[in-house]
């Protein structure tokens, strides 16, 4: 059974603080790792690593991703209010329908 | 953002009765997912469709049936709502380009009583 782990479940900082989120994975033939960030309403997405060692970065988010240990984090530096919602994490397993298997997610909460 | 659409938004109905959720897209995708997100669970898979009328069960679909006649939209159907089945429901789309991304839809918060 696909299966992947999202660590810590939730997490408190001040702004400015710097974060890591972890995600580990166990799922079949598999393709691809995904970041989502959820504020409340729909999941929107953030980064799909597909190799590891190269890091995507947008702004002050970034992730890394590696395949021999089956984990990958996202990283915020110079955390904002506005980056307070539930990240999740996601793995694309094999096969032509490309589903998702969802983590339960890390929630964040920066306080001002 | 993607043209994702769901109706209704919010839905309030007994235990017993049918509900039949609607996804909507306009992006001529060829892959629809619905997802059901519960405290405690995160989001699971319900039901997918790679095409008109190819559908299949994704982890968590017993209860649920879903149908698929025009690419732009898949439907949702509880046969018989029961109250383990109040949850927030996601519908999410991929291109069939080599992409992985889903994108989802802005959920429908639906209550058994």
């Known amino acids: 059974e696909d299966k992947v782990v999202q660590s810590p479940l939730s997490l408190v900082v001040h702004e400015g603080d710097t974060v890591t989120l972890n995600c580990s994975y166990e799922?079949?033939?598999?393709?691809?790792l995904l970041w989502y960030k959820q504020e409340k309403k729909a999941p929107t997405f953030l980064f799909m690593l597909t190799s590891s060692g190269i890091e995507k970065k947008s702004g002050r988010l970034s992730s890394i991703l590696d395949k021999k240990e089956l984990f990958s984090i996202l990283n915020i530096t110079a955390t904002q209010t506005g980056d307070s919602a539930v990240y999740l994490c996601a793995a694309n397993s094999g096969g032509s329908n490309y589903k998702l298997t969802f983590g339960k997610g890390t929630l964040l909460t920066v306080n001002p | 953002d993607a043209g994702i659409t769901q109706s209704p938004r919010h839905k309030v109905t007994e235990t017993g009765t049918p509900v039949t959720l609607r996804c909507h897209q306009t992006?001529?995708?060829?892959?629809m997912y619905w997802y059901r997100q519960d405290p405690g669970h995160g989001l699971r898979l319900i039901h997918y469709?790679?095409?008109?009328?190819?559908?299949d069960k994704g982890e968590v679909s017993d209860g649920y049936s879903v149908s698929r006649s025009k690419t732009e939209d898949f439907l949702l159907t509880l046969e018989s709502a029961t109250s383990s089945q109040t949850s927030v429901y996601f519908c999410?789309?991929?291109?069939?380009?080599?992409?992985?991304?889903?994108?989802f839809g802005p959920g429908t918060r639906l209550t058994v009583t």
């Open positions: 469709s790679y095409g008109v009328k190819d559908t």
């Open positions: 799922v079949t033939n598999f393709r691809s």
């Open positions: 992006e001529n995708h060829r892959y």
């Open positions: 999410a789309i991929r291109s069939d380009t080599s992409s992985y991304e889903q994108y």
